[in-house]
């Protein structure tokens, strides 16, 4: 049987290699910390839960759901973004539900790029930014996310034979895996690249509230929106999701915000792949954009006190990483004997100790030489993790 030539870099991915060697450190009678996937541990709020269920007795809810029928969860998307960023968005023409931001991000190249067009990834970088861009038949340009630039692309490098063929620049800060944040300055300066260019910017934003950030700088958004820097939304898109700010990874959530001729031609891709969630699910999602949020920042000071616990039990081993500033990651260096095989440590380690991590090489080729600890465990599971950590390094 012979199958498209787009499946082949479509054979290795950091998450099923990862559960390939977790399913064998099990086997071998290991018990297993599962540091390896950024799936919050954390529930959804009860009000949340209360509107899905309220949902399930309704049978007018039980059908195919179309665009139309979404108005009220895109009208509750752009009251969030409005009141957040201080935006206007027309939920009519600029907003579009989503099965998760992933959704967005692999989907939007069909759109976009024709066959051998470049898109523009950052590296190390979220793997399904590359897999749709693969699908659509486009080539990809890593703009490499070194230390010595606080993990963000230099643009200037990026040679003028790949330009004229770049039709897609993907960015996303708070940055996984790396935990980077990017200032608004950094925005501005790729949102006017990409006009100059005529380059689609796309902003993929689902750690929007995981920041760890100080009440006095900014508390509705200490970290900014890619429409901030491009307010009439002249080529940039952003995607949304409601897995880490509010828990619902497993319901399959998110939304698109940005420019109007975008949004329509991911509205068309969607209509060929998919119909939108069950209607009940888009109630969950409203009841969480509209009400309380209290769950939002009760989420933000878990992480980042797991963020402490883990930090401080690593510098206590005498492994020492930054301090990172957003997301659910901690994005470390390896020492010296692993600095080449970030699979082989991540291997090695679950299979010796049971504590399941993400090597940096499978978020890209400039990941190599770190590893990805997800901070999805009580922060006592978390101690005995790096404890185990320090058994199998010393």
Not at 47 to 59: F, G, N, R, V
Not at 116 to 145: C, E, N, R, W
């Amino acid at each position: 049987m012979q199958f498209a030539t787009r499946l082949q870099p479509l054979k290795s991915n950091v998450f099923a290699d990862m559960d390939t060697a977790k399913s064998i450190a099990l086997a071998g009678g290991r018990e297993l910390i599962d540091l390896s996937l950024g799936s919050s541990d954390l529930p959804a709020q009860d009000h949340i839960i209360e509107a899905i269920a309220q949902s399930l007795h309704d049978p007018s809810t039980h059908g195919y759901l179309l665009f139309r029928g979404t108005q009220s969860f895109r009208q509750a998307a752009a009251q969030w973004y409005e009141q957040k960023f201080g935006i206007p968005v027309d939920p009519e023409t600029e907003v579009l539900p989503l099965i998760g931001s992933q959704e967005g991000t692999a989907h939007l190249p069909l759109a976009v790029l024709n066959p051998g067009d470049f898109a523009l990834l950052l590296d190390p970088g979220y793997p399904s930014h590359a897999g749709g861009v693969y699908l659509a038949s486009g080539q990809i340009y890593p703009m490499p996310l070194k230390p010595e630039n606080d993990f963000l692309p230099v643009l200037t490098d990026i040679p003028a034979t790949v330009l004229a063929q770049s039709r897609l620049m993907v960015l996303s800060y708070p940055h996984n895996p790396t935990s980077a944040i990017a200032p608004l300055s950094f925005f501005k300066e790729a949102v006017a690249f990409c006009q100059q260019h005529n380059i689609v910017l796309v902003h993929d934003f689902p750690y929007v509230d995981l920041v760890f950030a100080e009440e006095t700088q900014n508390p509705k958004s200490p970290v900014p929106s890619i429409l901030q820097a491009d307010p009439e939304k002249s080529v940039s898109i952003e995607f949304f999701t409601l897995s880490k700010s509010y828990n619902m990874g497993g319901f399959r959530i998110g939304y698109a915000i940005g420019n109007p001729q975008l949004i329509q031609a991911l509205k068309q891709i969607k209509a060929t792949v998919d119909f939108n969630q069950y209607l009940g699910i888009l109630n969950g999602a409203i009841a969480a954009l509209t009400g309380p949020q209290d769950g939002v920042k009760s989420a933000v000071k878990i992480f980042r006190q797991r963020r402490d616990t883990f930090i401080k039990a690593l510098h206590s081993i005498g492994w020492n990483v930054p301090t990172p500033e957003a997301t659910m990651y901690i994005w470390a260096k390896l020492p010296p004997k692993w600095s080449q095989n970030s699979i082989e440590f991540c291997t090695e380690l679950v299979k010796q100790t049971g504590v399941a991590a993400s090597p940096g090489v499978g978020f890209g080729k400039f990941g190599e030489g770190y590893v990805r600890f997800a901070l999805v465990q009580k922060p006592e599971t978390l101690e005995t993790a790096v404890k185990r950590i320090s058994k199998f390094l010393y």
